[in-house]
Nanobody, 120 residues
Framework: QVQLVESGGGLGQPGGSLRLSCAAD????????MGWYRQAPGKQRELVAT???????NYADSVKGRFTISRDNAKNTINLQMIGLGPTDTAVYYC??????????????WGQGTQVTVSS
């Protein structure tokens, strides 16, 4: 069994910062690309940032310069450091990972989602 366990999020002040973490747990052989997506009320889920196993990153234009994704391959974890938060960052944030499990089945996994609300 493989699962993604998210933590962090909550209420952030405009201009403030928050940190999200995600750990891939279970019978894992290899974790390929990991990332964060978000879905605001009434909108489609969108990419926030991704990081490959070699450390290559990709960011949505809306978060470039404000959000930083990092990864620990040994622990199969990623973090998303968010600064300069604004109301448009309010959304449910989902961790995503492309994982090859111990039975060599490759599948895309999603976390349960964590709410980020930016408000004064």
């Amino acid at each position: 069994q493989v699962q993604l366990v998210e933590s962090g999020g909550g209420l952030g002040q405009p201009g403030g910062s928050l940190r999200l973490s995600c750990a891939a747990d279970g019978s894992i052989f290899t974790v390929f690309t990991m990332g964060w997506y978000r879905q605001a009320p009434g909108k489609q889920r969108e990419l926030v940032a991704t990081v490959t196993s070699s450390g290559d990153t990709n960011y949505a234009d809306s978060v470039k310069g404000r959000f930083t994704i990092s990864r620990d391959n040994a622990k199969n974890t990623i973090n998303l450091q968010m600064i300069g938060l604004g109301p448009t960052d309010t959304a449910v944030y989902y961790c995503n990972a492309d994982i090859l499990d111990s039975r060599f089945r490759r599948k895309e996994y999603w976390g349960q989602g964590t709410q980020v609300t930016v408000s004064s």
